[in-house]
């Protein structure tokens, strides 16, 4: 039995015990390292001795990507929430409004516009954290509408995605935002704009065979497990044991599939560079200060 319990009255009780909150150390799920939570957020959820690359929300993402942390949010166009009144152990409608609260956005794509190393930029940030990313009506409108605000505006469309694919609570009405998707990135190519993807863990499903494999070019993040069926589907079919890594950005780019693969934290000045050069854009002048 615990004296503390037991003995000291409550009140003195509470100042002798501190709670320590559950998310002030965070565990690498490769290596086994320990993180202070801030020293994490600090290194864009990319643990420092591993390398490992965590789950970065789409918020954190924006701020570390435009010039500053300053950009504007673009609102996605409306849609039917529930076309098909799906429900399952629980309501569709329940499921979005739970994903709402814990993201803090209206769906899985967040849209925004801003500078990117001084250079105007439109952009997509998939959450996986919102019902695994998928792609429904208003996730594929929100991509839609990002590409339709680069044709109007003469800027670089980046995306970066992560999903499990279509969202099976919209049946037929998801699957059809994969040529929809498709048709506005022809868009972009017939206006000769730069579609660059970031591939991130994970990118699979629908997703991956449509808009994430039609960039300009296309980057990853290390380990990130990018493809169509599950790797376990696939096994199970052609009755083989897959190769070691299969499915994961750095055998993706060994054998021609990915153009490069870049840690997080050089993220910006890549794709910086790429928006100069797909644009022909003169490199800014050194800053100064």
């Known amino acids: 039995m615990n004296w503390i ?10 100042f002798l015990r501190r709670e320590t909150p559950e998310n002030l150390w965070v565990k690498c ?3 086994g390292q320990l993180v202070f939570h801030k020293d994490l957020e600090a290194n864009l959820m990319v643990v420092p001795g591993s390398g490992y690359h965590m789950a970065i929300g789409a918020k954190a993402r924006l701020n570390s990507f435009f010039d500053e942390g300053v950009y504007e949010e673009i609102e996605a166009p409306e849609t039917l929430s529930d076309p098909l009144k799906f429900r399952d152990v629980k309501r569709y409608a329940e499921r979005l409004k739970e994903n709402r609260l814990k993201t803090g956005a209206p769906d899985a794509v967040t849209l925004a516009h801003g500078k ?12 996986f954290a919102f019902q695994g990313g998928t792609l429904g009506i208003a996730a594929g409108e929100a991509i839609i509408a990002g590409m339709t605000y680069a044709v109007e505006r003469r800027t670089p469309f980046v995306i970066f995605t992560a999903s499990g694919g279509a969202r099976m609570q919209e049946g037929m009405f998801a699957l059809m935002q994969m040529p929809r998707t498709t048709v506005a990135v022809q868009r972009l190519r017939a206006e000769k704009l730069p579609y660059i993807v970031v591939l991130t863990n994970p990118t699979t499903g629908g997703v991956t065979a449509s808009y994430a494999m039609l960039g300009d070019v296309h980057i990853a993040e290390p380990g990130a497990v990018i493809g169509f069926a599950g790797a376990r589907v696939i096994e199970q079919t052609i009755r083989e044991r897959l190769p070691e890594g299969f499915q994961r950005a750095e055998y993706l780019k060994t054998h021609g599939m990915v153009d490069m693969v870049v840690p997080r934290p050089q993220l910006r000045d890549v794709i910086a560079r790429l928006c100069r050069l797909l644009t022909r854009a003169e490199s800014p002048a050194p800053s100064l200060s």
């Open 5 to 14: 319990s037991n003995v000291v009255p409550p009140k003195i009780r509470s």
């Open 116 to 127: 990117l190393v001084r250079q105007h930029v439109t952009v997509a940030v998939q959450d």
């Open 29 to 31: 799920p490769e290596s």
